[in-house]
């Protein structure tokens, strides 16, 4: 996103395409109740009215036809969502209505607001710190409690002050070192070198650890069933689903193409995929589904490894890349096995025996032990950032002064790049790429 033209008086629509009950024209920036005055007609001007109130009226287009009863809100800059004067047009929910008072804005001199410009104005106002903004898309996007709960925390700001909390021990270890390096004779107690670094290093490192729940809890995670044909996959995705999405037969090779399924599991978005049995075969067909089972379980973020218990264990070719993120199944635990290995969960799809321990086993490898009422880093690019502090921060433990030095600044650098306090701009327009229009 360019940064011209950030003075300019925007608009867009706020609410979802589509009909509603209502919707809303946002209108930001320095001509903001100008326009309203013009777009909006009640007992008073929305230019005469006091931040903080609604006005009853009807909304105008060119030469007063009336568009729409509706409201308008009046915020006064700096309180409001982007900190500058700001007017709300709350219409019938119509995009035939919504379209027609946008187009009339507009025509009075806003421009379109670019995706993400609400909430970057409202960044760049220090409304909201680089994590927040996040959390907002996240919110908006957000379509289960786990999501909700943690883009929630996000929002009310804990990840910046989680962030901020460690750059202060960071600080502190600096200034210690600073002190040393200037009056080398003073002596300054070794506890105040150690101590805080040592905080700050076990803080950051925690943190580090809640990135890979905070991802999958905001966007979700994949999860491959790979194993040899008949071994139970189709079997076992429908009875964690609760209704039959996959077709099962006692003919192995049954699955070809893979599918995919939506699940919920403990608040966790999950897909679920199917796959074909894996093994050798001549079936052109047959032999691309293989191919193509191979390839889902190298990008899943987790694999339940199915072998049936009631025929002896062929293992599953070594070169298939399941790496330590899988989850390894004994199916068709009704039956009585020809073998047991006290490192596979045994499940049956017929008496749902093992589903509950599975669905647990599955939650904990996702989420694992990330706190759940902890803010969590929940993008690519706040765990990056935080990765790259933690790795300066070990750096300077065992560093000469003024080295460690260097290290610890380059810390509270990523730190700063994390809470958006000091991030580029290229850094921060990846951020807002992301935004719909409206936001
Ligand atoms: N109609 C409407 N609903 C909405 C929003 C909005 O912009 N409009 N929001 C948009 O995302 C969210 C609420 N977020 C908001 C955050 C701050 C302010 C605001 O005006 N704050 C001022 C005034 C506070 C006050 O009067 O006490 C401030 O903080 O100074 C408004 C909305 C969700 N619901
Ligand atoms: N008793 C019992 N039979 C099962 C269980 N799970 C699967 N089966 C049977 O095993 C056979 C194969 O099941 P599928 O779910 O189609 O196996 P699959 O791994 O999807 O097989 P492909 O798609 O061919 O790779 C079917 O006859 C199922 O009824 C189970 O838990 N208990
Ligand atoms: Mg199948």
Not at 197 to 204: R, S
Not at 269 to 294: C, S
Not at 306 to 313: M, V
Request: hydrophobic share 45%; glycine share 10%; aromatic share 4%.
């Amino acid at each position: 996103m360019t940064r011209t033209g950030l003075s300019d008086t925007i608009a867009a629509i706020a609410t979802a395409p589509g009909s509603a009950g209502v919707g809303i024209v946002r209108v930001s920036g320095p001509e903001a109740l100008w326009v309203a005055d013009r777009v909006f007609r009640g007992r008073r001007r929305p230019s005469a009215t006091r931040g903080g109130r609604f006005l009853f009226g009807q909304l105008t287009g060119e030469g007063g036809e009336v568009l729409d009863e509706g409201l308008c809100l009046v915020f006064r800059g700096p309180r409001s969502y982007t900190g500058e004067d700001v007017a709300e047009l709350q219409t019938h929910g119509s995009p035939a209505v919504l379209g027609s008072v946008l187009a009339r804005v507009l025509e009075l001199g806003a421009r379109l607001a670019r995706p993400g410009e609400f909430t970057l104005r409202a960044y760049l106002a220090g409304r909201l710190d680089l994590t927040q903004a996040e959390a907002v898309l996240e919110l908006v996007s957000a379509g289960t409690d786990t999501a909700r709960r943690q883009a929630t925390l996000g929002l009310s700001g804990a990840l910046g002050e989680r962030v901020e909390g460690i750059g202060a021990q960071v600080t502190r270890t600096l200034a210690a070192l600073q002190a040393m390096l200037d009056y080398p004779e003073e002596g300054v107690p070794e506890e105040d070198r150690a101590l805080p670094l040592a905080a700050a290093e076990a803080e950051l490192s925690a943190l580090v650890h809640t990135a890979r729940a905070g991802q999958v809890a905001t966007r979700g995670a994949r999860l491959a069933l790979i194993g040899r044909p008949n071994a139970g996959k189709s079997s076992l995705l429908n009875a964690l689903l609760g209704y039959e999405r996959s077709i099962v037969t006692p003919i192995p090779g049954t699955t070809r193409d893979y599918l995919e399924a939506q699940l919920s599991l403990a608040g966790v978005p999950v897909t679920l995929v199917d796959t074909a049995g894996i093994r050798e075969t001549a079936d052109e067909v047959e032999a691309a589904g293989v191919r193509q089972a191979v390839t889902l379980a190298g990008s899943a973020d987790l694999v339940l490894a199915l072998e049936d218990g009631t025929l002896p264990r062929e293992p599953l070719p070594a070169e298939l890349p399941l790496g330590a993120r899988a989850i390894h199944v004994r199916t068709k635990a009704d039956l009585s096995p020809v073998w047991d290995d006290p490192a596979t969960l045994p499940v049956s799809a017929v008496t749902a025996q093992g589903l509950p321990e599975l669905r647990e086993a599955v939650h904990a490898a996702l989420v694992g032990d990330a706190a759940r009422g902890e803010a969590w880093l929940t993008t690519e690019r706040q765990a990056d950032a935080a990765r790259r502090a933690l790795a300066h921060v070990r750096a300077a433990r065992d560093l000469p002064d003024d080295l460690a030095s260097y290290e610890l600044e380059e810390a509270l650098r990523a730190l700063a790049e994390l809470t958006g306090r000091d991030a580029s701009e290229d850094v921060v327009d990846a951020v807002f790429r992301n935004f719909c229009v409206g936001k």
